[in-house]
């Protein structure tokens, strides 16, 4: 009677305990899949589809447990493994990677223009052009107008100063008079004297900065401007440079072997030390028409020989008959004033003219390029 008494007291026990077992089960089920949950990155108050996936998905795993299916076949069939790489994806790592390329591209094509820059004003020369004839000992004024192409404000403590070659007794630096703001011009005049003995001289000038520091014209900034002029010793000599390379024509033309008798072209690349025949077009060979050569003071220069003429035409290619009405002399002019791509027209001492263009110069030894055009005599 006991045994019967306290079976259904033990019956009701053991039914209280599965189903607290069962509550158990349920609830760390529920804390796994807040857990899971809250690991995304998707805040619960998403949206109203994915908190019904959720509820759906918690009551699979409810039906499951009670029914006696593991935990792990719920885990796999549940969808959240194929949710969390979704949202995984929709990270903005995209614009963060595509933000950085507009502004890298921006900075490496935007120019770099430099503070201290000159150009050449239009015409540089205001007065006393290449090649223009002083007589001896007589005072003259050259003015030059340059643009100021650099980004910095030229100030009176700016100077022209004297650079190499031939001073003709001017000061080593003539201050500006007035502020020159970027793309304005200015001109600049140096009082100065002509050599008293014959010949032809050349003065390389730059502009110098408060600190000291040259810059110049062209589009590094590098290049000197300069002032040139042939002096004179008595009216007669200085006719007689044109009429003398005019009449040695006759004289010059039996040697057919030598000159050829149509237009001739060519590149050489003179070293400094060699000389040019500008009618065969051809390097040490006799017969120059100019020398190329280094001074004491390491600048290196073409010299014409023999009568012959050259000048500088400038940065277009010239006809025969822009050659023949172009200024020429015999002075020398200095390779370091000649920015790469300058044409200079040239007579040489058979009377052929022609045109010269300064391809390229190599600062490791100076050797030139020379793009030439001799034309048939007339």
Known sequence: MSTQKHAPIRFGLLTALVWLLVAGGIIFILWQVITRISAT???MSSSTPDQTQMNQTIEAIVNNQVT???AAATQTSSPFPTKLPTQSTSTPLPSLAITPTPGQVT???????????????NPIDITIPDDTVISAGQSFV???????????TWTTAYSATFFYGDRMGAPDAVPLKGAVSPSQN???????VAPQSPGSYQGNWKLANPAGNLFGIGPNGNNPFWVRIVVE????????????????????????????????????SPLPGDTIDLDALSLNR????????????????????????????GNTEP????????????????????????????NTNQGRFGRMLLKALDPKNFALTLELLTWALP
């Open 107 to 121: 900075q490496t094509s935007t120019p770099r223009a430099l503070c201290n820059q000159a150009g050449a004003g």
């Open 68 to 70: 006696g299916t593991s």
């Open 286 to 313: 006799g017969n120059e028409d100019l020398t190329y050569a280094a001074d004491e003071n390491g600048y290196h220069w073409l010299s014409p020989q023999g009568g012959a003429l050259i000048g500088v035409f």
């Open 142 to 152: 050259k003015t030059w107008k340059l643009e100021n192409t650099g980004t910095c």
């Open 319 to 346: 006809s025969p008959a822009s050659c023949q009405a172009a200024v020429m002399s015999p002075a020398p002019i200095a390779v370091e004033s000649l920015p790469v791509g300058t044409t200079l027209c040239y």
């Open 41 to 43: 990155d998707t805040p």
């Open 186 to 192: 200015v001109e600049i005049s140096i009082e100065m």
């Open 233 to 268: 010793q008595n009216q007669t000599t200085a006719t007689s440079i044109p009429t003398q390379s005019i009449t040695s024509i006759p004289t010059a033309t039996p040697t057919a072997t030598v000159t050829p008798t149509g237009q001739v072209g060519g590149v050489l």
